[in-house]
């Protein structure tokens, strides 16, 4: 999409992501707004557990970072790669327990709600849902916060190593 910035030497296209997801952060801050009035629609009442909002908003924008060092240094070479990427997510929204509660699964299927355990996402989901709903900290389900870290670190190595190998051949892909 900027093509034309990744060709000049001076400027530096790692920034390139971090401009693409702060910008969608004002999206997902806006619905976070919508969400806490529709909340307070309904008559809930505001405490301590909903500053928990603002920590899985950065868990959010943290894996989502890390995802898009990934796929924008490849998408450059492999073109269909984004119509790749937008299937995933279309399937990908069918694991997370955004469509389903996964308490409801975990009592029929306790296999299948571990391996459904391993989206991250499913991390930040449940603590949106843990901080306005069933009112939990964090810090309760400790095993599953190491969890999420761990596996957006590693995701963050990989990603930032392969945008590090690419990067010099992005002007002459694009």
Known sequence: EFSYLVKKVVFKISVLPIVKIISATYVHLFFIGLTVVVY?????????????VFYYSFAAIV?????SYITASMVVFFRDLGQIVNIFLQVFIWITPIMWQDALVADTHPVLIGILRLNPMYYIVKGYRDALINHVWFWEDMGLTIYFWIVT??????????????????????
């Open 153 to 174: 670190i590693l995701l963050f190595v990989l990603g930032s190593t392969v945008f590090v190998r690419l990067k010099p051949h992005f002007s002459d892909a694009i």
């Open 63 to 67: 894996l989502v970072l890390v995802l």
């Open 40 to 52: 307070f629609c309904f008559q809930m009442p505001a405490h301590i557990y909903m500053v928990q």
